[in-house]
């Protein structure tokens, strides 16, 4: 999608402005320019493709094992790092989670990307795979579209100075069938990491007995719901239509990511009990 920036002039140029910065539609949506942005080279709006990480390192995290720090001062909402590894769909999924348990390993690193596919950073990945989770998160995980695509990266929820371990709340991310303890410290831990939800570890239980008698897993099955779209669909149709500017805004971003027919009437349906003037002309 081309946003609506106006092309950078030599005077905006010279006092150092963002271009493609808070205002621009398409980072309003989630969504980084390509190569048709009108701010062309000057656009701020590209920090997966150009990977503009934060400065980190991993470090020895005690009884967490490895985690990862920031090295400079980070304000909030800064791009850390993209998520990175092997897209895998559901049977290779289920064939990496048979191997990793026959060879026992005590961490994974499995992040839902869609209704269809997992990242797998196990084997092929970038530090960001490092950063451990915590009941109470200085990072979020956030999707983006990127030529298309959906891309995961982590994002500062608060400043965080230099030193200071990177974590977030791997709630909704967990597939393993084994309770992870956590030790994050935090007031509000929850003690244990991926807190399953109920009925989703019966899902995997039943997928996994499926397929002794199915020899070829079905490829289709929605087994990595997108839950956090699912769940953010729900908290918005709980408003009763759309009252504030940011409901729109929250709309909009949710259209780009809907692609099942069940939550995209779901998000016409909100526009539909719609009551506000002002939000329906937004
Ligand atoms: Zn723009
Ligand atoms: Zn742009
Ligand atoms: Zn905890």
Redesign the pocket.
Known sequence: MV?D?SPPSQEDISMGLA??GED?L?RMLMIE?GSR???GDM?T??RFQRRHYAKTEPFRAEVKGWGLRATSDLSSGVFVMEYVGEVLDYPNFRLRCKQYAEDNHTHHYFMALNGDEIIDATQKGNTSRFINHSCDPNCETQKWTVNGQLRVGFFTLRSIPAGTELTFDYQFEQYGSEIQRCFCGADSCRGIIGTVKEGHAKEVQEAEEEEEVDIAPKKSKKLFDDHMLKEEIEKLESNNGLRRKDHVLELARLMVRAESSQDRRSLLHILQVTKEAACLRL
Request: proline share 8%.
């Open positions: 946003c920036c271009f493609c621009c398409n320019c942005c009108p701010c656009c709006n590209k």
